[in-house]
């Protein structure tokens, strides 16, 4: 007979949100264990921007909505765990800025959509003075600079410092799988590796979080969004820069964020509308849209000697009819089994609060067992950035 593992929760993929739901569940005493098919973060999550969103982009029609609502509490939320005060030890993983910025053009539009969110998010979001030269970020420091700024209270974090925290302290209770998961009409699920021996897994409630992977699912429906993200690298760079530039419709013209590749260098990664509208792009088509954005966004810099690099990548969160996105984060349940998805990263957390809620109706009472029989089992590697990605072609 194969091993077998009676635990409370499995679950079926380390993004962000497999991995904080499984770092939940043990504080709470559950019994969970976390099944990867490849590397933690590898679908959306490594490719996030990191933005730990407070709700302003979503305010930039001049209302309230309910993805502002939802993720109004998730700065502090995120702040209290990097500095050990929240429900999960952040400690080791670190942001990148304590501040993303927004800027305007000098179109009236986009001036207009700033001062109207800035009304609805008085507390999160606040005008920097123009004289105030050493609040504005390094690339917009310059005398023909003619938009406004604001500064959101809004972190930005460094993702594989938080995938490494949370795969390094919940380690034991975290496998690597080599097959497609099953789920038995019994519940039970079975491990597979090379040259290991099978362990059926037991859960009480199997929690599928695999992102694009949550599929066959007939009462949980994907939806998948594409993205065609682009990346800047070059000593041209005028320094790091966290920001959203608006233009004239409800979502960003442009939203950079800054990283480090291994090698040290300055990348700028760049969504937004970009991204967006980039799907109907080839490479070489995107990467002139974006030397044209940035030419007429930042015209002081020479972006000639600037090298790009872009990927697509698709986002995936429950089906919404109209195929927008949705405003919190989906959990969808078919008796003991649960799919689902956070919309933003930002809403893990959220996401894992939903989830324990649903544990406790069903009636599962948290019970720690040892994990020590998997102590040899294989373990899945951390994903790679984008911009540290062998196969990426810079030009
Ligand atoms: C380009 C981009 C930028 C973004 N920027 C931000 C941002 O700045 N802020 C923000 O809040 N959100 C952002 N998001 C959204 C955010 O990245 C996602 O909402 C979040 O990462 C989804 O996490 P997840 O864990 O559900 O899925 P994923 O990160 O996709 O993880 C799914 C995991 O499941 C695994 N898996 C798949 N199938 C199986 C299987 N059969 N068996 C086992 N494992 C499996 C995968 O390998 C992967 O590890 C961005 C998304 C994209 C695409």
Known sequence: MNPTFNINVAIIGGGIAGLWLLARLHERGYSALLIEGDRLGAGQTICAQGIIHSGAKYTLHGQSSESAEAMAGMPALWRRCLKGEGEIDLRNAWMLTEHQHLWTTRAPVSRLAAFFA??????????????????????????????????????????????????????????????????????????????????????SVTVFTAGAGNTGLPWATLQLRPLHMVMARGVNLPGPLYAHCLGASDLPRLTVTSHYDAGGRLIWYLGGALAEEGVNRDRPA???????????????????????????????????????????????????????????????????EQIEEVLR??????????????????????????WDREDMEWS
Do not use: C
């Open 118 to 203: 800035s009304k609805l998010m008085r507390s999160r979001m606040e005008k920097i003075a123009a004289q105030k030269t050493d609040e504005i970020p390094p690339a917009l420091r310059h005398p023909k600079f003619d938009g406004v700024i604001y500064r959101l209270d809004e972190p930005v974090l460094n993702v594989a410092s938080v995938l490494n925290t949370l795969a390094k302290r919940y380690h034991p209770a975290i496998v690597l799988n080599g097959g497609p998961v099953v789920l038995k009409a019994d519940g039970t699920l079975t491990l597979h590796y090379p040259q290991q021996p099978l362990w059926i897994i037991r859960p």
């Open 286 to 352: 995107q990467i002139r849209a974006a030397r044209r954005e940035l030419q007429a966004l930042l015209p002081w810099v020479d972006w000639n000697p600037v090298e790009f690099a872009t990927f697509t990548i698709q986002r995936a969160e429950a089906h919404q009819h109209g195929g927008g996105r949705p405003a919190a984060p989906s959990v969808f349940r078919d008796g003991r089994v649960i799919a689902a998805w956070p919309t933003k990263l930002a809403m893990a957390p959220l996401l894992a």
């Open 361 to 386: 109706t069903l009636g599962v009472q948290p019970r720690l067992i040892g994990l020590d029989p998997l102590a040899a089992w294989p373990r899945p590697e951390l994903a790679v950035y984008p």
